[in-house]
């Protein structure tokens, strides 16, 4: 077998990457494949929060909006996280939850283009992305309506009614990619606008939103941005539209003079309109330390990298582990393939739990999924050998198959 | 005069609330009067926040989701301060900005009362509230309009008409206090509701939300419940109406069954409805300390201490600094006022900055308040009297006018 752990070792060795797994804070006997729900620690992050809390909150006190520079951070961070998915520094701010920002620029969108009443996404997208849409049509209570398609009809799907794509880039479970130039012009041709899910993206893959022309997208933070658990979000309104849309959620941060109190609403030039209540300051500071991290990498080695961990893992499982139900949901083809990989197995939950005890740590998506995801900065080929021959382990001897694996707790 | 240092110095050795002082870790030689904007930092939030981080995070990774209970956080917090304001345990949760939860309690209001138009407010509300409520009229673009009405005629216009009024408890700048119950109890008799926005009062002034009949309410979580800049806010919802209102920001925390991934939107029940994305962990982490070190004090003793600090200010800008020009612009009884104390003045900008830079730091609010905040859990009476001590030699030498201090920064 060539895909022996000597030679996984050796792959290690002459990673270009390997210099950053230092750079994070992991457990002892643990190989995390689940860094794409939530990243490992930066083990600069911890002093960065503590000297935070303890001199620009504790000494500064409120003085530290301005001398500390806390009330530019969402641009700030922005301005960082634009580097990572080919935006202008002045498209992108950091501020609240993913499924907040979605809710922010879909409603911006449909009032955009109202003459429209369709919204395209796909089945099975991430659910918070098709909750938010549901959630966006109850409230403008104008006859929207979501026309889900199966992605391989996609294209052919957008129309001269269609006022919304809004499609998650990688998918959470699949891994499956869309191609975000195409879809982006056919929307384009169409009339429609685009809005894009980088969740399962940023940060993992080459991702170019201005040459494709991109309208709108937001991201997570805690994922391979490694901004730590419940990491405040980023959102993307390309320069073109900033000035045309505006936010349903007119908070005072996304006014154009915060601090001048007066009782009219008047929208921040540029995207900062698309800010709403006070930051997170704690979450914004763990998301920079992620973000600068990042930004030392060489995106086209982590693309690379990401590609042949996931390689290496699926031809791993079919050598070690045939013949024990494994079926690859994820595309073969790295170039089809975001930075994980699925498998539906009947156990799936058990054989998570197995694994997780056993130090493999990978997560379960309902109903029949075990995902594992694929970190370039802090994992290495061995890790997905040790992982491969655990599983194998799990399988060969059922030691998945246990009464206590079969009460399921919840896990994000 | 009677209330010398000396004097003032002899209350603090009394004061039954002294012990709590040295929770907090306070910058030498200052006198923060400035804790209903950010509150200062606990002790113990710093090695808390440093354990989540560097064990739950670091360690833990995805685990601690269950381990460390991350996910029960936004309930189990808010069940603590459910005990601050009045409420059962299971009608608070804590998640998203105060901005984002008014929008959310808004439409949700507004749609409960789908046949009414009118939402009432008063002018010079704090910005966000009435931002929120122009954002919420463009989105639902049902003709809906806001009346803004002076506190003297609140009463008398609410009327069957009224779908909602929404108010601030304690004025952010004036510190006036609504009666909570009168017009809590004028509403129900006219079929609205009412939202209440508890950010200057929760933590500081004894709230009784349920025995106020109270339907809907969001607060702060980072100015006297000291969780730290930024942190994430409460939302309350009366149990009576838990069911029957819905959010407009449908996140998948927000959904009966999260971790099922399916299609369809289910709102949960009860409070949880009105989760949304993924709350930060970390902001939540050091709410939950400043939460827990308010529950350790008396909110009777709190209360009665805040207003004696406030009498006291009052009487000794009065004795100390009268013919200054400054105007009281707080209620001078106490059981009208606040925890803070705010006075006009033409130069009150300028004013502030003198003061920050000698040591004494309360802020300024446009176009020309001055407002000094008081915080019983770690202010003295002696901190009162070095502050008015201060701010007269202040006017006296007019240290306030220098050039540097005419340009303005932004503060939050």
């Known amino acids: ?20 797994r230092s750079a994070f804070a992991l457990p002892e006997g643990i190989v995390y494949l689940d860094g794409n729900s939530l ?22 006190l409120v003085r530290s909006w301005s001398n500390h520079n806390w009330i530019e951070a969402p641009q700030r961070i922005g301005a960082k996280i634009a580097r990572l998915v ?12 993913v499924s907040v920002n979605l809710f922010k620029l879909v409603v911006a969108a449909l009032r955009a283009r109202a003459s ?83 969740s399962h993206s940023a940060g993992a893959l080459p ?7 991109a309208d709108l997208a937001v991201g997570c933070g805690y994922k391979y941005l490694n901004g730590g658990p419940g990491a405040s979000s980023f959102l993307f309104v390309a320069e073109r539209h ?33 800010l709403c209540g006070t930051p997170s300051v704690l979450s914004l500071a763990a998301l920079e330390v992620g973000v600068d991290l990042l930004l030392q990498a060489d ?18 499982v079919a050598s070690e582990c045939g013949g024990f139900d494994l079926e690859l949901v994820s595309p073969a083809e790295g170039h089809l393939r975001g930075s994980h990989v699925a498998f539906r197995h009947p156990h799936a939950y058990q054989i998570v739990r197995a694994l997780i005890e056993r130090g493999v740590i990978g997560d379960f998506r309902a109903p029949d999924v075990l995902r594992f995801g694929l970190t370039p900065l802090y994992l290495g080929y061995e890790d997905i050998g040790r992982a491969v ?11 998945w198959d246990r009464p206590e694996y079969r009460v399921r707790a919840t896990t994000t």
Chains 1, 2 share one sequence.
């Open 116 to 198: 429209r009443r369709v919204v395209i996404s796909e089945p099975g997208n991430f659910p918070t992305d098709l909750y938010v849409i549901e959630g966006a049509f109850d409230t403008l209570n104008a006859g929207h309506w979501l026309q889900l398609c199966a992605r391989q009809s996609l294209l052919e799907a957008i129309d001269t009614e269609t006022a919304l794509v809004l499609l998650t880039h990688v998918h959470y479970k699949t891994a499956e990619v869309f191609d975000m130039h195409a879809i982006t012009r056919r929307a384009h041709e169409c009339g429609a606008l685009v809005l894009w899910d980088l």
């Open 299 to 316: 995106m086209t080695l982590v693309a690379a990298k990401s590609r042949r961990l996931g390689d290496i893992l699926i031809e791993l």
């Open 86 to 97: 080919g935006a202008r520094p002045h498209e992108v701010v950091v501020t609240d939850s």
């Open 39 to 60: 990243g490992a620690l930066p083990v600069a992050s911890a002093a960065r929060v503590s000297d935070l809390i303890t001199h620009e909150w504790g000494q500064g």
């Open 242 to 274: 900033q000035n045309a849309l505006v936010s349903p959620l007119t908070g005072w941060l996304g006014h154009a003079k915060p601090f001048d109190f007066v009782d009219q609403y008047a929208p921040a030039p540029g995207v900062a309109r698309f």
């Open 207 to 213: 991702i170019d939103l201005n040459g494709a022309e």
């Open 389 to 399: 021959f655990t599983l194998k382990e799990v399988l060969t001897k059922r030691l």
């Open 1 to 20: 077998m060539t895909l022996s752990l000597q030679y996984l070792g050796k792959l290690d060795g002459i990673d270009p990457l390997r210099k950053f």
